[in-house]
């Protein structure tokens, strides 16, 4: 069997292309431990856009994520509103840890950024 030049050297070349283009793609649809959370905890209430219009956010009057209010608090701020609660928003203290509360809080900063809603 004849060997042709260079095959090898494509076919690795292919395959690395291959590789490289799946973990980056993983990497890219793969959510933030922010989100994770927040879809655990937050929706029912917020929702997954983070306007607070669903169902359980109209009755407790959930804080619209997106609006100038929420966003311009500060990081600590918001923080202590997920650990102690506030108005209808129970605590998560005992739920979250400080560093989920955190990452929870990064997320809700994408509202602001994405445009989402």
Request: positive net charge; proline residues 4%.
């Amino acid at each position: 069997m004849k060997r042709v030049p260079g095959v090898r050297s494509l076919t690795a070349l292919v395959f690395s292309g291959v590789m490289l283009f799946s973990v980056s793609n993983l990497a890219w649809s793969a959510e933030s431990p922010g989100e994770t959370t927040f879809k655990s905890k937050c929706v029912l209430c917020h929702g997954a856009d983070g306007t607070g219009k669903t169902p359980l956010g109209k009755q407790l009057q959930a804080a619209d994520l997106h609006s100038p209010d929420v966003q311009k608090r500060t990081n600590a701020e918001l923080h202590k509103i997920v650990h102690d609660g506030q108005t209808n928003m129970p605590a998560f203290a005992d739920q979250l840890s400080d560093e989920e509360i955190t990452q929870v809080v990064k997320y809700v900063r994408s509202f602001a950024k994405s445009g989402k809603k």
